[in-house]
């Protein structure tokens, strides 16, 4: 059954920790993507990637890395010097000039 | 700078009628085009596509039109379903980047 699994739907970070989503897809799409949507508002590009090790920053990169070891993997870390960190944040995959696939989504929340 | 904006963030209509969500981008070189349907907590959907060689794609109840001129794409709901309430976004992607819009909460009213 070929889908896009983000993990965990539910992530609690304090303040000044690193905490990393996972983003894992069996489509065999090379783009791979993470969003971020904050209440009321749309989605706001963070990082994109094209193909295996190689990725480009979005709208709203800053504080955030990813990596592309692998097709199907592509996590995102959200490090400390993200201020503002409470959202729902969104893993999508496509193959060029078709629809993205989108996960179901984590929310994290700074406590 | 927002590429892709959708500056109606509300529209009600009545079950039956047409409804139309507006949707402007800035960014010339994108060439392919999307619409999704998002509830909240969970992933949107895709519903409609159209490719900048067109100026419309219709699937069943869903229009989408392309004005490449003015920037300009708007979806067509006919006739428009309670089940059709939620956010849509519009889409717009160009060297494989692919930005959405603020959204537009659509209520159908029965």
């Known amino acids: 059954d070929g889908g896009i699994t983000q993990s965990p739907k539910y992530l609690f970070r304090k303040e000044g920790q690193n905490v990393t989503l996972s983003c894992e897809q069996n489509?065999?799409?090379?783009?791979m993507y993470w969003y971020r949507q904050d209440p009321g508002q749309g989605l706001r590009l963070i990082y994109y990637s094209q193909i295996v090790n190689d990725f480009q920053k979005g709208d709203i990169a800053e504080g955030y890395s990813v990596s592309r070891e692998k097709k199907e993997s592509f996590p995102l870390t959200v490090t400390s010097a993200q201020k503002n960190p409470t959202a729902f944040y969104l893993c999508a995959s496509r193959v060029p000039n078709t629809e993205a696939f989108f996960g179901q989504g984590t929310r994290l929340t700074v406590v | 700078d927002q590429q892709v904006k959708q500056n109606s963030p509300s529209l009600s209509v009545q079950e039956g009628r047409i409804s139309i969500l507006n949707c402007d981008y800035t960014?010339?070189?994108?060439?392919?085009f999307l619409w999704y349907k998002k509830y909240p907590a969970e992933g949107p959907t895709f519903l409609i596509s159209i490719s900048s060689i067109k100026d419309k794609n219709e699937d069943g109840r869903f229009t989408v039109f392309l004005n490449k001129s003015a920037k300009h794409l708007s979806l067509h709901i006919v006739p428009s379903q309670p089940g059709d309430s939620a956010v849509y976004f519009c889409?717009?992607?160009?060297?494989?980047?692919?930005?959405f819009g603020t959204g537009t909460r659509l209520t159908v009213i029965p």
């Open positions: 889409a717009a992607s160009g060297a494989n980047n692919l930005f």
């Open positions: 960014n010339s070189m994108f060439d392919y």
């Open positions: 489509l065999n799409h090379d783009a």
